[in-house]
């Protein structure tokens, strides 16, 4: 167990420094610099402005401040919003990003086990085949279409819900953009805990189980979802760095001030700091959930608690 | 002679069981078409892609309009169309730049196993742990909204996947009689891996290839969608997404059509990759 853990961190330390490396060099070979304004800068106040943020220096020497400053958790002024650190506009935004991911993988968990059992104890029956059938839809339609859908119908053509933003007083404003960005994993959740359910239930231990007289609610929920759900658990890290992913269109659509919006924006204004730190902290992020998948799957299953080598 | 009329019978067999599936068919079919008119786009579309209409703007589905048209009067099936030239384009060619570097990768990790293996399949799990949307819009927005860059980007995040199915069948080919016999005749690896195990990894490579075609696709419209993609007056399905997104209240039809065609695509390619797998390899099932 601990060896699982010290091996993936082994690899997940050098992964996220490439990513840092790479990130780093992409933005400083990129056309033009950072002070491009569309009005003319004269060449003393570029100077200035090169001396102030330190982009004289030659490159490993900017690169080498850079690692130190990001060990102390410090990832520089932004370019595009002066006397604003990046620090600052990634705290702003992560709340609610953190907000909409987990209410979407919620919304993804619940829904989805309990289809996904349902289909896998009703199996070959309707309760079967509808709820797979949907969920080949929920995988197959991307957010882009099913949100601009959603709030077209729900939110313009019947007028019960509102169309975008997320507001902390009106929960309504959350319920669309929530299923939008869970539906695809609430598909996906229900295919695997379909899946591993199916492969649960047919065991002996179900069998002893049963045989020993217990109720099928206490078959079901505190036997066979243990092992059954096993396959969910290890879907779970890249899940949720999908939802980190998924939360940029998904905010983009629904105009919520998140982070993958201010990243998005970032992009747009080629606020060069912006975009390095917060391509670091989202790699950091989803390097760490999968880190924590691994380890909880390792702990539900000891079929992995033995095998170190995968 | 006789592995040439068992690999026959095969694909042979493996048609007839995609024949039978319907819904695979069905999708065979829609893709097909698709292909079609996006290939004979230029001699089939009603206008222009950037002819405007100017005193037709934002009207809806009508006779000289079957889709309607945008807030700058231009028709929309004609932007559907050269949309879905755009779409495929990207679907096929960084699918190709995939399955190319997948399958070398693959192979000849598959196939020098020992030391060389585990370290290239170590990189690709490190690499599945890169949040790699992140990475293209960087590319995209440090060099520009490059569509050969954006076919190349795409292509080199997506071979992951194929590179460890073609490593597990080419690991379980490795020690096989006609392996060993062509070793023992002194055939090079290269073209031992080109030759002999490369034609054996066609099955599910290009099952793997169908279903990454619709995931490319969709990486595509994302960054359409977000703007950093195709640009206007170009068109491809993300971006009409995108206008029918901004303008639905007005104009209902902008948003429906594309994003319709665009999910039924994304359906069909699905349920072919689906059905290609049952039919190639009905032990998976």
Redesign the interface.
Known sequence: MVGLIFNRLLVAIPVLLAVITITFLMIHSAPGGPFDYDRVVSSEVMQQLNQKYNLDAPLYEQYFDYLSNLLRGDLGPSFRYPGRTVNEMIFSGLPITFELALYSIAFAILLGICFGSMAALKRNTWLDYLPMTISMAGICIPSIVLGPLLSLVFGIWLGWLPVSGWIDGIPESKILPVITLGTAYAAYCARLSRGGMLEVLGQDYIRTARAKGLSEFRVVVFHALRGGLIPVVSFLGPAIAGLLAGSFVVETIFNIPGLGRFYVQAAFNRDYTMILGTTIFFSFLIIIFNLLADIVGAAMDPRVREDNSK | MNELVSTSNLWRDALRRLKANRLALAGAIFVFVLILLALLTPFIAPYEYDFQNRGLSSSGPSLNHWLGTDYLGRDLLTRMLYGSRISLLVGFVATFVALIIGVSWGTVAGYLGGRVDSLMM?IV???Y???F???I???????GRNLVLMFLAIGAVEWLTMARIVRAQVTSLRRTEFVLAAQAMGVSSISIMTRHLFPNTLGPVIVYATLTV?QVM?LE??LS????GVQAPMSSW?LL??D??VS??ES?WL??FP?TV??IT??SL?FLGDGLRDALDPRSN
């Open positions: 170590r799990d490190a690499l742990g890169i949040p949307i992140i990475l819009i960087l590319l995209m927005v440090v060099f619709p969709l419209a994302f969608f977000l703007g950093l993300g997404i995108r029918g997104a639905m209240e209902w948003l429906v994003a665009f999910s994304l359906f699905n």
